[in-house]
């Protein structure tokens, strides 16, 4: 009988818990939707720009933005928590609409110290149900002076699932003016390589997951070859996402990888940060610095 009640108790105990967790985080949810708009507004946001370098040439001429929300409360929040929410909560158009013109406000500010780059930003399923959205994007690039190739897009595959008639339909569009499209993360989605064929994609970005341990794990290393010859033999660029170490640059150099995205380059940069980095980068002396401890 003793053990019985110490069992009920553990398990009542565990349940507690349990139920404080599932409270505290349904809380912080609610607290993240509610305050989601003003974040906007009181300037809590601020976009990071991570290199994306061609290790080919050893040069870079891209990046990706990534937003960014330090919370009065909570502290900074993870985009992958809070982009999850604002998609539930209806409000990612907002969020979207206030990364495209914080990118285009921050590219024209480049184009105008001469540094020439393509900026990729992230969208979200919802984004690509609005068939307005290219000629609104193109509309707000000739606004500011800025040529087509300045802005590109990064989609997942569980993005294009959602809705893929009208999803393919705006990728169309965005295909017709003239902005390149990444598929992100790519093997982390369904139906992988049926999205290729059908998809008007210019870059596959590989996730990940499988170029992390590619120095030392030999499935990943077969995984990675393999992918990256099929996006090569599919015509399209192919992107190695969060590489960590020279040593994994090395390999993905002999596997014929055009580009590489990481820490072992930068990490996300703020704008200021990142205009530093890409003069000292993209100069002929310093890269080949950076090329000799890399290769
Ligand atoms: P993503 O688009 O696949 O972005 C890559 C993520 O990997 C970023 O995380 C980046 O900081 C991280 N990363 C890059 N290199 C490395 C590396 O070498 N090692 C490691 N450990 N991580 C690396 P972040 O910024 O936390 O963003 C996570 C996800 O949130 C993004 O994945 C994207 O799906 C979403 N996200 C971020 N910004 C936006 C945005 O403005 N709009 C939308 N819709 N989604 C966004
Ligand atoms: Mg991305
Ligand atoms: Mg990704
Ligand atoms: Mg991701």
Redesign the pocket.
């Known amino acids: 009988a003793e053990i019985a009640l110490n069992q009920a108790r553990i398990e009542s105990q565990t349940i507690a818990t349990y139920l404080q967790g599932e409270d505290e985080r349904y809380l912080r949810e609610l607290m993240i939707i509610r305050d989601l708009p003003i974040a906007i507004s009181q300037g809590q946001l601020h976009?990071?720009f991570?290199p994306k370098v061609d290790i080919h040439s050893n040069s870079c001429n891209s990046a990706?933005?990534?937003?960014?929300w330090q919370h009065p409360q909570l502290g900074f929040i993870?985009?992958?928590e809070f982009?999850r929410l604002a998609e539930n909560s209806g409000n990612?158009s907002m969020?979207?609409d206030w990364?495209l013109n914080t990118t285009i406000k921050q590219l024209a500010q480049w184009q105008a110290q001469g540094i020439a780059l393509t900026v990729a930003?992230?969208?979200?399923a919802h984004?690509l149900t609005n068939a307005q959205l290219p000629l609104d994007i193109k509309q707000l690039l000739a606004d500011n002076h800025l040529p087509i190739e300045a802005l590109s897009i990064?989609v997942?595959e569980g993005t294009v699932m959602k809705d893929a008639q009208t999803v393919i339909a705006v990728l169309q569009q965005f295909k017709g003016i003239g902005i390149a499209i990444a598929i992100?993360?790519f093997g982390t989605g369904h139906s992988s390589l049926a999205y290729l064929k059908m998809l008007p994609v210019n870059e596959v970005?590989i996730?990940?997951s499988f170029i992390?341990d590619i120095h030392t794990d030999a499935t990943d290393l077969m995984i990675v070859d393999t992918s990256i010859r099929l996006i090569k033999g599919l015509n399209l660029s192919v992107v190695a996402?969060?590489?960590?170490s020279a040593e994994g640059i090395n390999i993905l150099r002999r596997l014929d990888c055009d580009i590489v995205?990481?820490?072992?380059y930068s990490?996300?940069l703020k704008a200021d940060e990142f205009t530093t980095w890409f003069s000292q980068f993209n100069q002929p002396n310093l890269s080949a610095n950076i090329k000799d401890t890399v290769n």
């Open positions: 976009l990071v991570q990706e933005t990534l937003i960014r993870p985009p992958d982009i990612i969020i979207s990364v930003i992230n969208l979200s984004d990064e997942t992100d993360d970005k996730d990940r992390k996402e969060g590489v960590e995205q990481g820490y072992v990490k996300p």
